[in-house]
């Protein structure tokens, strides 16, 4: 089945610097990308998705950057505000491509 | 509210107690999926129902695990004989149905103690 690993486990950035988490993943044939927030005692919320037939997709300050070749993807933040502080998981397809595989988590911390 | 709703959101018991937890999801999704979350680390796949099927059930925990979906709209899942190691929060999703992977909603969860 697929396997997603995650980095860093641990982001802390000064409020209006960027921010980037990356995602790697061994399925060659996965295609689907999504990036979930979770903030402390509340339910994973689905942020921004990218599906394999297109490299990158922006929402507002956020973009997911998807390679292909290199089996990796990228969640990249600009301009980042306290409230973007929570948990951060990315996920893939798992084996039988309907439920999710989720990566370990970054906690990012956006320093006012 | 128009989302997942899940139901009980907290949930205490005795270690050997079996505990039912209810998920009801978005009207017009015909899948429904159970997770499990642990402290720190991301939701693990437990099984998956499109409508009343349920199509996955081997990446459930234990035999003391099961769920239902017997009308195709809310899902119970139940854990018999519970265990410490039972103690998590769990994770309710719902999606359309159809070829492929949909984007999965998530509920608010039930976090179970058991003592």
């Known amino acids: 089945g697929e396997n997603v690993e995650q980095h860093p486990s641990t982001l802390s950035v000064q409020e209006g610097d960027s921010a980037v988490i990356k995602c790697t993943y061994s399925?060659?044939?996965?295609?689907?990308f999504p990036w979930y927030k979770q903030e402390l005692g509340k339910r994973p919320q689905l942020i921004i998705d990218i599906r394999s037939n297109v490299g990158e997709k922006k929402d507002q300050r956020i973009a997911v950057t998807l390679n292909k070749t290199a089996k990796h993807f990228s969640l990249h933040i600009t301009e980042t505000q306290p409230e973007d502080s929570a948990v951060y998981f990315c996920a893939g397809p798992d084996t039988g491509r309907r439920a999710l595989t989720f990566g370990s988590g970054t906690r990012l911390q956006v320093q006012p | 509210d128009t989302g997942v709703s899940q139901d009980p959101r907290h949930k205490i018991t005795k270690r050997g107690q079996n505990v039912t937890f209810r998920c009801d999801p978005i009207?017009?999704?015909?899948?429904l999926y159970w997770y499990r979350q642990t402290l720190g680390q991301g939701p693990e796949f437990l099984t998956y129902?499109?409508?009343?099927?349920?199509?996955?059930k081997s990446r459930l925990l234990s035999d003391r695990f099961s769920a239902e979906r017997p009308k195709g709209s809310f899902s119970t899942l139940e854990i018999q004989r519970t265990e410490q190691g039972d103690s998590a929060m769990y994770l309710c999703?719902?999606?359309?149905?159809?070829?492929?992977?949909?984007?999965?909603?998530f509920g608010p969860g039930t976090r179970l103690t058991v003592t």
């Open positions: 009207s017009e999704h015909n899948r």
């Open positions: 129902f499109q409508n009343e099927a349920q199509l996955e």
């Open positions: 399925d060659s044939a996965s295609n689907y």
């Open positions: 999703a719902s999606s359309l149905a159809g070829t492929g992977i949909y984007e999965q909603y």
